[in-house]
């Protein structure tokens, strides 16, 4: 089932790619595979998955450890607290989810502790919502450039969680807002802050994240089905 759920998946960035006369290679898939079971990963990875996606800290140094392969990158995607940024420098390819300076600040410290630069995606509330984390838009130059003194991280582009909707073209300026803000960032030519990446994108509307510029999509369940969090 996985094996054709990330067959169906790569099938639908690879024609929203292609309606929008982008590269579909230009498109990474993450497998979000939060909640799920180690065997599952294994599958994934045996389907050909490259990228995964974890929200807890502790979550992705388990997985990373116990399936520790040099062809597969992990991604933490979920809020960070400060006291948990051990578990995931080291192990994580890239951070998706920086929306403070402290929190950057913390993450440099710990990077350069352990010899190496951290890349790092600012996470953006680019809907203004109350319930969710990320930087304001109109805050995300500024805390760019104060991150961007930092030496044990590197900015890559921005990341949104765009808000829950039933139709998936709801999202579409979201999308296009992040893109457009990333665009505005990069023009200010910014020291060691780069504007390649944009994470966005979810089983509901990852389709329309391609069309409007995603780099990386987070996709878990339209991979690994529904999770259950009772168990
Ligand atoms: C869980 C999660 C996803 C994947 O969500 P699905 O709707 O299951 O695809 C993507 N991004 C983040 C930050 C997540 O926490």
Redesign the pocket.
């Known amino acids: 089932m996985i094996k054709e759920n990330l067959e169906k998946v790569r099938k639908n960035i690879a024609a929203a790619a292609l309606r929008v006369g982008r590269d579909p290679e230009s498109v990474r898939l993450i497998a979000?595979s939060?909640t799920k079971p180690l065997s599952m990963v294994l599958e994934a990875m045996e389907a050909g998955a490259m990228e995964f996606?974890e929200?807890k800290p502790q979550e992705l140094r388990d997985k990373a450890d116990a399936l520790c392969r040099p062809d597969v990158n992990w991604h933490m995607?979920?809020h960070l607290q400060k006291n948990k940024i051990k578990y995931v420098v080291g192990r994580a390819c890239m951070i998706?989810?920086v929306d403070t300076f402290e929190l950057a600040e913390a993450i440099s410290l710990q990077a350069q502790k352990t010899g190496l630069v951290m890349p790092i995606l600012l996470e953006v509330n680019i809907a203004g919502e109350e319930t969710k984390f990320g930087a304001k838009p109109e805050e995300t130059a500024a805390l760019a450039r104060a991150v961007s003194e930092l030496r044990g991280i590197q900015v890559r582009g921005l990341m949104t969680?765009a808000p829950f909707v039933s139709d998936p073209s709801q999202n579409r300026v979201h999308f296009r807002n992040l893109r457009d803000l990333s665009i505005d960032i990069a023009r200010q030519n910014i020291d060691n802050v780069l504007m390649y990446d944009l994470s966005m994108g979810?089983?509901?509307d990852y389709e329309v994240a391609v069309e409007e510029g995603a780099t990386f999509v987070?996709?878990?369940?339209?991979i690994f089905g529904e999770?259950d969090y009772s168990i």
């Open positions: 979000v939060k996606g929200n995607i979920g998706h989810s969680i979810m089983t509901g987070r996709v878990g369940t339209g999770r």
